[in-house]
């Protein structure tokens, strides 16, 4: 090889050589070599009295695979919404990797935290288009199982409250007359301690309700923690006219406890010693009987009615009082009629019979009932001619 011709060759050497330089710098012109990857994590909150609840979110590496940026997301969730937050990390390589995401379980009982466990697969290649990286694949799945693809990690929680009803039941026993169906009862709940739970619309650890017979409902009694509870329900003692009130005194128990991830509430009952099944209050209604009787025993004025009494007599009968009945006598002994009468009242006692009526009535007076048949039909034989005299006068007279 002559001088010139290894000159030649030096220049073309040269020229290519330049030539890949300008390729160089247009790749890294036209594109980087580095991918950077996204891993979303959506996280809901349902419940009817949900409010608000932070969670944390956890990645973990498998198999020697690298970290991410963030380690755990903290999300705070909210009542109805889906709040979404992701894992992030730039990659420089071709890489094929498999991490770990799950839900740490919060603090609060009453929430039913998601256990789900996702796997998320990371692959990073060449992009033949860019000449740089690319992540062609990232999904995540359940349970380590490829055929629940998606594209996000989601966790769902419920916020689950453990709750208790305490049955009522209010029974009336008429022992004597029929209890008024308008009639009204008052029941009372109180907690032992005024901080722990109770139903809608009570006042200071305490609910009254009211109610006739039947069912009664003081409302459900929600629980967020584990713990014991107790109560105490009581029929308030009231002025209804008739009706003995039940002083039982009940006890309700409530055992909370967090089972499988779910709170759960467990109601005893108990009547002193005694567990029961339900409350029930039983009142007594007994009508008062008035035994009262009007004066004189509801006698007739003739002193025929029973209970009848010589000042009864003396009301209807003695003219001095000024009664009626006192009246109109004296009026028919100043008449005609009273003449008539006195005058055959005179002649009966001049006559036999008349002496027989004052034998009789003067050995009624002694004691001596042997006759008193006899003076009986004496009588009414007197009755007879005083009659027939009465009635011989009469016609005398208008004649």
């Given at each position: 090889?002559?001088?010139?011709?290894?000159?030649?060759?030096?220049?073309?050497?040269?020229?290519?050589?330049?030539?890949?330089?300008?390729?160089?710098?247009?790749?890294?012109?036209?594109?980087?070599?580095?991918?950077?990857?996204?891993?979303?994590?959506?996280?809901?909150?349902?419940?009817?009295?949900?409010?608000?609840?932070?969670?944390?979110?956890?990645?973990?590496?498998?198999?020697?695979?690298?970290?991410?940026?963030?380690?755990?997301?903290?999300?705070?969730?909210?009542k109805g919404e889906t709040v979404?937050?992701?894992?992030?990390?730039?990659?420089?390589?071709?890489?094929?990797?498999?991490?770990?995401?799950?839900?740490?379980?919060?603090?609060?009982?009453?929430?039913?935290?998601?256990?789900?466990?996702?796997?998320?697969?990371?692959?990073?290649?060449?992009?033949?288009?860019?000449?740089?990286?690319?992540?062609?694949?990232?999904?995540?799945?359940?349970?380590?199982?490829?055929?629940?693809?998606?594209?996000?990690?989601?966790?769902?929680?419920?916020?689950?409250?453990?709750?208790?009803?305490?049955?009522?039941?209010?029974?009336?026993?008429?022992?004597?007359?029929?209890?008024?169906g308008t009639a009204k009862f008052?029941?009372?709940?109180?907690?032992?301690?005024?901080?722990?739970?109770?139903?809608?619309?009570?006042?200071?650890?305490?609910?009254?309700?009211?109610?006739?017979?039947?069912?009664?409902?003081?409302?459900?009694?929600?629980?967020?923690?584990?713990?014991?509870?107790?109560?105490k329900v009581t029929e308030d003692?009231?002025?209804?006219?008739?009706?003995?009130?039940?002083?039982?005194?009940?006890?309700?128990?409530?055992?909370?406890?967090?089972?499988?991830?779910?709170?759960?509430?467990?109601?005893?009952?108990?009547?002193?010693?005694?567990?029961?099944?339900?409350?029930?209050?039983?009142?007594?209604?007994?009508?008062?009987?008035?035994?009262?009787?009007?004066?004189?025993?509801?006698?007739?004025?003739?002193?025929?009615?029973?209970?009848?009494?010589?000042?009864?007599?003396?009301?209807?009968?003695?003219?001095?009082?000024?009664?009626?009945?006192?009246?109109?006598?004296?009026?028919?002994?100043?008449?005609?009629?009273?003449?008539?009468?006195?005058?055959?009242?005179?002649?009966?006692?001049?006559?036999?019979?008349?002496?027989?009526?004052?034998?009789?009535?003067?050995?009624?007076?002694?004691?001596?009932?042997?006759?008193?048949?006899?003076?009986?039909?004496?009588?009414?034989?007197?009755?007879?001619?005083?009659?027939?005299?009465?009635?011989?006068?009469?016609?005398?007279?208008?004649?």
């Amino acid at each position: 090889m002559n001088r010139n011709s290894g000159k030649k060759y030096i220049g073309a050497f040269l020229v290519m050589l330049f030539a890949l330089i300008l390729n160089i710098s247009a790749f890294a012109a036209t594109a980087k070599y580095e991918a950077a990857v996204k891993i979303p994590v959506r996280v809901t909150l349902e419940g009817e009295k949900a409010s608000s609840e932070e969670v944390t979110i956890v990645m973990t590496p498998l198999d020697g695979a690298p970290a991410f940026d963030q380690t755990s997301l903290k999300v705070q969730a909210k009542k109805g919404e889906t709040v979404e937050a992701e894992f992030t990390k730039t990659f420089k390589e071709p890489v094929d990797f498999r991490y770990e995401i799950r839900e740490t379980a919060g603090t609060t009982d009453a929430y039913t935290y998601d256990d789900t466990v996702y796997t998320a697969i990371v692959f990073v290649e060449n992009d033949p288009e860019t000449m740089g990286l690319k992540a062609s694949v990232v999904k995540v799945y359940k349970d380590d199982d490829p055929a629940t693809k998606q594209d996000a990690a989601i966790f769902i929680n419920r916020y689950c409250p453990a709750e208790i009803n305490p049955p009522v039941n209010k029974v009336v026993t008429e022992d004597l007359g029929t209890a008024p169906g308008t009639a009204k009862f008052h029941f009372t709940m109180k907690a032992e301690d005024k901080t722990f739970p109770m139903p809608a619309e009570s006042v200071d650890g305490s609910k009254t309700v009211e109610a006739g017979t039947g069912k009664v409902e003081f409302g459900k009694i929600e629980y967020e923690k584990a713990g014991t509870y107790t109560y105490k329900v009581t029929e308030d003692k009231e002025a209804l006219a008739n009706f003995t009130y039940d002083t039982t005194e009940y006890t309700v128990k409530a055992v909370v406890e967090k089972k499988a991830g779910v709170l759960t509430a467990t109601m005893t009952i108990t009547k002193g010693t005694e567990e029961v099944n339900s409350i029930d209050f039983n009142n007594h209604y007994a009508e008062k009987k008035d035994d009262s009787t009007p004066p004189g025993g509801g006698g007739s004025p003739t002193g025929g009615g029973s209970g009848g009494s010589d000042t009864d007599d003396k009301e209807y009968w003695d003219s001095d009082d000024g009664s009626v009945l006192g009246a109109v006598r004296d009026a028919i002994e100043n008449g005609p009629v009273g003449q008539v009468l006195g005058a055959a009242r005179d002649k009966i006692g001049e006559s036999p019979v008349g002496q027989v009526l004052g034998a009789v009535r003067g050995a009624t007076r002694t004691g001596d009932n042997s006759i008193m048949m006899i003076s009986g039909l004496c009588f009414l034989t007197a009755i007879a001619v005083m009659i027939g005299w009465v009635m011989a006068f009469m016609r005398r007279r208008m004649n």
